[in-house]
Protein backbone atom coordinates (compact mmCIF):
# COMPACT_ATOMS: atom_id res chain seq x y z
CA UNK A 1 0.00 0.00 0.00
CA UNK A 2 2.44 2.52 1.09
CA UNK A 3 4.85 1.77 -1.66
CA UNK A 4 2.40 1.78 -4.54
CA UNK A 5 1.78 5.70 -3.37
CA UNK A 6 6.14 6.12 -3.41
CA UNK A 7 5.41 4.66 -6.98
CA UNK A 8 3.44 7.71 -7.61
CA UNK A 9 5.89 9.95 -6.08
CA UNK A 10 7.99 10.97 -8.87
CA UNK A 11 5.06 11.40 -11.28
CA UNK A 12 3.12 13.93 -9.15
CA UNK A 13 6.22 15.87 -8.43
CA UNK A 14 6.95 15.88 -12.50
CA UNK A 15 3.29 17.46 -13.11
CA UNK A 16 3.94 19.89 -10.59
CA UNK A 17 7.37 21.27 -12.40
CA UNK A 18 5.32 21.34 -15.58
CA UNK A 19 2.72 23.34 -14.06
CA UNK A 20 5.37 25.77 -12.55
CA UNK A 21 7.61 25.88 -16.08
CA UNK A 22 4.63 26.42 -17.99
CA UNK A 23 3.19 29.07 -15.70
CA UNK A 24 6.32 31.02 -15.43
CA UNK A 25 6.63 34.44 -17.47
CA UNK A 26 8.11 34.72 -20.68
CA UNK A 27 10.47 36.90 -21.08
CA UNK A 28 9.61 39.28 -24.62
CA UNK A 29 13.14 38.83 -27.09
CA UNK A 30 14.45 42.19 -27.59
CA UNK A 31 15.52 42.98 -30.97
CA UNK A 32 19.41 44.28 -30.74
CA UNK A 33 19.64 45.14 -34.35
CA UNK A 34 17.75 45.58 -37.47
CA UNK A 35 19.08 43.46 -40.41
CA UNK A 36 17.04 45.32 -42.88
CA UNK A 37 15.30 48.76 -43.11
CA UNK A 38 11.48 47.80 -42.52
CA UNK A 39 9.76 48.43 -45.72
CA UNK A 40 7.97 51.99 -46.88
CA UNK A 41 4.84 53.21 -46.43
CA UNK A 42 2.33 52.28 -49.22
CA UNK A 43 1.40 55.04 -50.85
CA UNK A 44 -2.58 55.57 -50.93
CA UNK A 45 -2.01 56.99 -54.34
CA UNK A 46 -1.02 54.28 -57.30
CA UNK A 47 0.94 54.80 -60.33
CA UNK A 48 -0.83 53.67 -63.28
CA UNK A 49 -1.76 54.73 -66.55
CA UNK A 50 -5.58 54.41 -67.02
CA UNK A 51 -6.19 51.45 -70.12
CA UNK A 52 -9.76 51.73 -71.49
CA UNK A 53 -9.35 48.56 -73.07
CA UNK A 54 -8.34 46.71 -69.61
CA UNK A 55 -11.11 48.41 -68.45
CA UNK A 56 -13.47 47.36 -70.78
CA UNK A 57 -12.37 43.87 -70.09
CA UNK A 58 -12.77 44.23 -66.53
CA UNK A 59 -16.24 45.49 -66.74
CA UNK A 60 -17.58 42.76 -69.08
CA UNK A 61 -16.32 39.84 -66.77
CA UNK A 62 -16.37 41.30 -63.58
CA UNK A 63 -19.83 44.13 -63.34
CA UNK A 64 -21.95 40.84 -64.57
CA UNK A 65 -21.25 38.60 -62.21
CA UNK A 66 -24.46 39.48 -60.37
CA UNK A 67 -26.89 41.47 -62.43
CA UNK A 68 -26.64 42.34 -65.96
CA UNK A 69 -24.21 44.91 -67.84
CA UNK A 70 -25.46 48.16 -67.12
CA UNK A 71 -24.95 50.71 -69.99
CA UNK A 72 -22.17 52.97 -69.03
CA UNK A 73 -24.06 55.72 -70.84
CA UNK A 74 -27.08 54.79 -68.89
CA UNK A 75 -25.79 57.17 -65.63
CA UNK A 76 -23.63 60.62 -65.77
CA UNK A 77 -20.09 60.89 -64.27
CA UNK A 78 -21.67 62.36 -60.80
CA UNK A 79 -24.21 58.65 -60.40
CA UNK A 80 -20.96 57.11 -61.64
CA UNK A 81 -18.98 57.90 -59.23
CA UNK A 82 -21.64 56.51 -56.27
CA UNK A 83 -22.29 53.69 -58.03
CA UNK A 84 -19.23 52.83 -58.31
CA UNK A 85 -18.29 53.69 -54.62
CA UNK A 86 -20.66 50.61 -53.84
CA UNK A 87 -19.74 48.61 -57.13
CA UNK A 88 -16.15 48.62 -57.14
CA UNK A 89 -16.12 46.74 -53.44
CA UNK A 90 -18.47 44.39 -54.30
CA UNK A 91 -17.07 43.00 -57.27
CA UNK A 92 -13.63 42.79 -55.31
CA UNK A 93 -11.56 44.59 -58.24
CA UNK A 94 -7.93 45.55 -56.81
CA UNK A 95 -6.61 49.20 -56.98
CA UNK A 96 -5.28 48.48 -60.21
CA UNK A 97 -8.51 47.39 -61.47
CA UNK A 98 -10.15 49.81 -59.88
CA UNK A 99 -8.65 52.60 -62.12
CA UNK A 100 -9.47 50.98 -65.64
CA UNK A 101 -12.89 49.92 -64.86
CA UNK A 102 -13.42 53.76 -63.68
CA UNK A 103 -11.51 55.34 -66.28
CA UNK A 104 -13.35 52.79 -69.15
CA UNK A 105 -16.86 54.05 -67.63
CA UNK A 106 -16.36 57.62 -67.46
CA UNK A 107 -14.95 58.02 -70.62
CA UNK A 108 -18.27 56.58 -71.73
CA UNK A 109 -20.71 57.60 -69.21
CA UNK A 110 -23.82 60.13 -70.37
CA UNK A 111 -23.01 63.57 -71.00
C1 LIG B 1 -21.35 40.94 -55.75
C2 LIG B 1 -22.40 41.31 -56.69
C3 LIG B 1 -22.20 42.55 -57.55
C4 LIG B 1 -21.13 42.84 -58.36
C5 LIG B 1 -19.87 42.02 -58.59
C6 LIG B 1 -21.45 44.11 -58.97
N1 LIG B 1 -22.67 44.55 -58.57
FE1 LIG B 1 -23.66 46.16 -59.25
N2 LIG B 1 -25.24 45.74 -58.08
C7 LIG B 1 -25.32 44.68 -57.21
C8 LIG B 1 -26.59 44.74 -56.49
C9 LIG B 1 -27.07 43.75 -55.43
C10 LIG B 1 -27.27 45.87 -56.97
C11 LIG B 1 -28.64 46.39 -56.54
C12 LIG B 1 -28.56 47.73 -55.84
C13 LIG B 1 -27.90 47.67 -54.50
O1 LIG B 1 -28.12 46.70 -53.73
O2 LIG B 1 -27.12 48.57 -54.19
C14 LIG B 1 -26.40 46.47 -57.98
C15 LIG B 1 -26.73 47.60 -58.70
C16 LIG B 1 -25.94 48.16 -59.68
C17 LIG B 1 -26.31 49.31 -60.47
C18 LIG B 1 -27.62 50.07 -60.38
C19 LIG B 1 -27.45 51.17 -59.36
C20 LIG B 1 -28.66 52.06 -59.25
O3 LIG B 1 -28.55 52.98 -58.44
O4 LIG B 1 -29.65 51.82 -59.94
C21 LIG B 1 -25.26 49.58 -61.29
C22 LIG B 1 -25.17 50.70 -62.32
C23 LIG B 1 -24.22 48.61 -60.98
N3 LIG B 1 -24.68 47.75 -60.01
C24 LIG B 1 -22.97 48.60 -61.59
C25 LIG B 1 -21.99 47.68 -61.29
C26 LIG B 1 -20.64 47.75 -61.83
C27 LIG B 1 -20.12 48.81 -62.77
C28 LIG B 1 -19.96 46.68 -61.34
C29 LIG B 1 -18.51 46.30 -61.59
C30 LIG B 1 -17.52 47.21 -61.07
C31 LIG B 1 -20.89 45.94 -60.49
N4 LIG B 1 -22.08 46.60 -60.48
C32 LIG B 1 -20.59 44.76 -59.84
C33 LIG B 1 -24.38 43.70 -57.03
C34 LIG B 1 -23.16 43.62 -57.69
Not at 10 to 38: A, H, M, N, Q
Not at 46 to 63: E, H, R, S, Y
Request: hydrophobic residues 40%; glycine residues 2%.
Amino acid sequence: MIYQNLKKLPIIFLFGLLVFVSCSKKTIPTITERSSDPPPPVSPVINVKPDLDAGKTIFANQCSRCHGLPEPNKYNTQRWESILKIMIPRARLDRVQEVHVKAYILANAAK
